[in-house]
C-alpha cells in the first residue's frame, strides 16, 4: 500500500485515537478489525478525507470494488488535487470494468504529479486492457511509455517488469518480454505472474520445454492452482498430448466444476479426440469463452434450441471466421428441414456464395436485434443441437455451389485443356492486434519458397487462391511466369469457388480454402501442422467432415520438410495417372 499522507480532520478527540489505531490494524493485516474501526471514525466524522480513503483502499484490498467507489468518491470531493486518491479512484474503477473513467482519473493524478510511480504503473495497465479488448496496439504503445516512467522511480519493481512484458508480448516482441519477465524473476525469484508470463513468451519462441518447465515451476509455488493447470494443460495440448492435457481439465473440473477456461479446452481436447457429442456439448456451454463475432447484435430472447418450428424464421448467424462459416453452413440444410426460413449473418466475402445455397433464403452481412425472425442460433451450436457424433458428420458434399452467372465468367478465364490445374495457398489470414492467432499463422503457413521443386514438375498448370501480403511472395521469388494469379479479379469467395470448380486439386495450408475446396466436393491436400486443429482429429489422414479431403500433417513440431516430401512424391503420382491412363 502507499505511503500515507498526514493525517487531517482531528475533529473530535477520539477519532484521530480510532484512526491510528485502525491504520495499525491495517498495516498488520487484520483487515476486519480495520474496517470496523475506519466505519467508527466515519461514523463520528462523516466527511473524514482519511478515513474515507483508507476504507476505499481496505475495500479494494478485499476484492470489493463496488464498495471502495463511494468512498473514494467522497474522499476525492473533499481532497480533489490529491493524486493519491484520484489513483486509487481509479483502481476501483477499473476493477468495477469502467475503464474509460478510470483513465480518466489516472491521468488527473498525473496531471497533479507527473512523476507518481503508482498511477503511471495503474495507467499503464488501464491502457493495456483497454488494448486488449480493442485490439489497438497504439494503447499499448502508450501503456509501455507509463510502465517506463514509472521504472525510473521504482527500477527494482517487479511487477512493473512484469506489466512490461506483457505489452512487449501483445506487440509480439517475444524475445523482450522474455527479458522483462526474467529481470522480474531476479528480483522476486518466486513470482507467478511472472514465471507465467516467461511461459508465455518462451512458447511462442517455440521454445516448448523451458515453457513447460515454469509452468511446472509456478504449479509448485501454487500447488492445485486451476488457472496455472489450465494453461499446462494448453501448452500440452500444443504439443500434441491432448489425453495428458484433459487429465488436467479433468482434475481442475473435480475442484471446481464451473471453471470456464477448463471447461472450454476440455472441449477442443475432446473435439481433436473426436469425442464430439459432449465436446459439441462443452462448446456450446462455453458462450462466455467465445470469440463470437456479432454476439452484441442479439437479445437474449428467442434463443433455438433446435426444435421444429415449421414456418417460422431462423436467423443463423456465423460467430467466427471464413473457415468455420464455410464449414458449418452444411447445417442449414438440416435446419431447413425444421423451420421454414432460413437467413444467415455472415461475414461479406461470403455473402453472395450462402445466397446461392438452396436452403437459405437470404444472406446478409448486416443485421440487427430488430430484425424480423422468430429465433436465431450461433452457427458452431448446430452440431450440438443436431447431435453430432463422429459417425453422423453431415458429410455429404458438395453442399456449396456456385451461381450459375458467376460460374461461367470464370470458366471464359480458364483455358479448357488436358493440363492438370492445380490451386495453391501456402499461408494463413493475418491477425492484427491478436497474439495467439498470429502464432497459429506462424505454425500454419507454409511459405511458398517450399513448394518451388514443384514448379519444375510437367504437366501442371498452378494458379495462386492466396489473397493479402502473402501473395506478394509470388514475385519475390520470381515465380510470375510459373503460377497464373487472378486473386487481384477476385471480390469475394462467390469468385473465388467458380475459380476453384475449374481446378483438378487444391493444396492449401489449413486456411479457409480448405473447407471451400472440401465443401464444392473438390480433391483438396491440407497441408497441417504437427498440433494440428482439433477439426483434423490429430492429423488423421482422412477427414470425416470432407470425403475428397487428404491431411499431410508434420510428424513433429515446425518439420515442414518432410511434409513437403511426402505431397511432392504424391503429386507426381497423380501427374503420371493424367499423363499414362
Known sequence: MP??????????????????EAVAHHQAGRLSEAERLYRAVIGLAPRHGDALRLLGVLCLQRGKPDQALPLLHDAAQLQPKNPEILNHLGVALSEAGRGDEAIEKFQQALAINPTYAGA???????????????????????????????????????TLHVSMGRCWYELSDFPQAALCFETALEQRPDDVDALGGLAAALWAMDRIEEAHS?????????????????????????????????????????????????LWRKGFALLALGEYREGWKLYAESLGQRALRGANMFAPARPWDGSPAPGKHLLIWAEQGLGDSLQFIRYAALCKQRVGRVSVFCPKPLVRLFKALPAIDDASDVIGNESPFDAHVPMLNLPHLFDTGLETVPAAVPYLRVDPEVQAKWNARIANDAVMKVGLVWAGGRHKGNVRGGLTDKQRSVGLERMKPWFDMQGIRFYSL?????????????????????????????DTAALVENLDLVITVDTSIAHLAGGL??????????????????????????PTARIFGQPALGDWDSVMTVVTRELKIEVAKRAYP
Open 3 to 20: 505511503s500515507q499522507p498526514p493525517l487531517r480532520h482531528s475533529v473530535s478527540d477520539s477519532a484521530p485515537r480510532i484512526l491510528a
Open 214 to 262: 515454469k509452468l511446472e515451476r509456478a504449479l509448485q509455488l501454487r500447488q492445485g492452482n486451476s488457472d496455472i493447470m489450465a494453461n499446462l494443460g494448453e501448452l500440452l495440448h500444443g504439443q500434441g498430448k491432448i489425453s495428458e492435457a484433459l487429465a488436467l481439465y479433468n482434475q481442475i473440473l473435480i475442484r471446481t466444476p464451473e471453471h470456464p477456461t477448463a
Open 521 to 546: 466436393g473438390k480433391p483438396v491436400w491440407i497441408l497441417s501442422r504437427y498440433n494440428a486443429c482439433w477439426r483434423w482429429l490429430q492429423n488423421r489422414p482422412t477427414s470425416p467432415w470432407y
Open 466 to 494: 492466396q489473397k493479402d501480403e502473402p501473395a506478394g511472395q509470388i514475385a519475390a521469388l520470381g515465380l510470375a511466369d510459373r503460377i497464373v494469379d487472378f486473386m487481384g479479379e477476385v471480390e469475394d469467395f462467390a
Open 120 to 158: 503511471l504503473g495503474n495507467f499503464g495497465k488501464a491502457l493495456r486492457k483497454q488494448a486488449e479488448d480493442l485490439r489497438e496496439q497504439g494503447e499499448i504503445t502508450r501503456a509501455l511509455a507509463c510502465f517506463s516512467k514509472a521504472l525510473q522511480a521504482l527500477p527494482n519493481d517487479p
